[in-house]
Nanobody, 124 residues
Framework: QVQLVESGGGLVQAGGSLRLSCAAS????????MGWFRQAPGKEREFVAA????????TYADSMKGRFAISADNAKNTVSLQMNSLKPEDTAIYYC?????????????????WGQGTQVTVSS
């Protein structure tokens, strides 16, 4: 059974940084894609970034490029999301997700496995 557990959320001022982590267990994830999504109140779930577990391929939503960085630590079965230059509009619950697909990795419907989410709040 796949389990994904996010951590690292919190309250930060605009311009600050946070590092989210997702601990994965229950499978061998070598052939998996790990994604980060976020959902703000009253809005649809939004793609943030994805990484092929091997770490060789990453993709980002255009609005996150240059500010966010996704990485994978195979030894620790952990995927991280480094978020810099945070803005109030980045406030959301951030979710980690896993799928065996790479194509359309920006689509939440591709991911059968989800964590419980971690709250990120950016104050102005």
């Amino acid at each position: 059974q796949v389990q994904l557990v996010e951590s690292g959320g919190g309250l930060v001022q605009a311009g600050g940084s946070l590092r989210l982590s997702c601990a994965a267990s229950g499978r061998t994830f070598n052939s998996y894609t790990m994604g980060w999504f976020r959902q703000a109140p009253g809005k649809e779930r939004e793609f943030v970034a994805a990484i092929r577990w091997s770490g060789a391929i990453t993709t980002y939503a255009d609005s996150m490029k240059g500010r966010f960085a996704i990485s994978a630590d195979n030894a620790k079965n952990t995927v991280s999301l480094q978020m810099n230059s945070l803005k109030p509009e980045d406030t959301a619950i951030y979710y980690c997700a896993a799928t065996t697909y790479w194509s359309e990795s920006f689509s939440a419907s591709r991911y059968p496995y989800w964590g419980q989410g971690t709250q990120v709040t950016v104050s102005s």
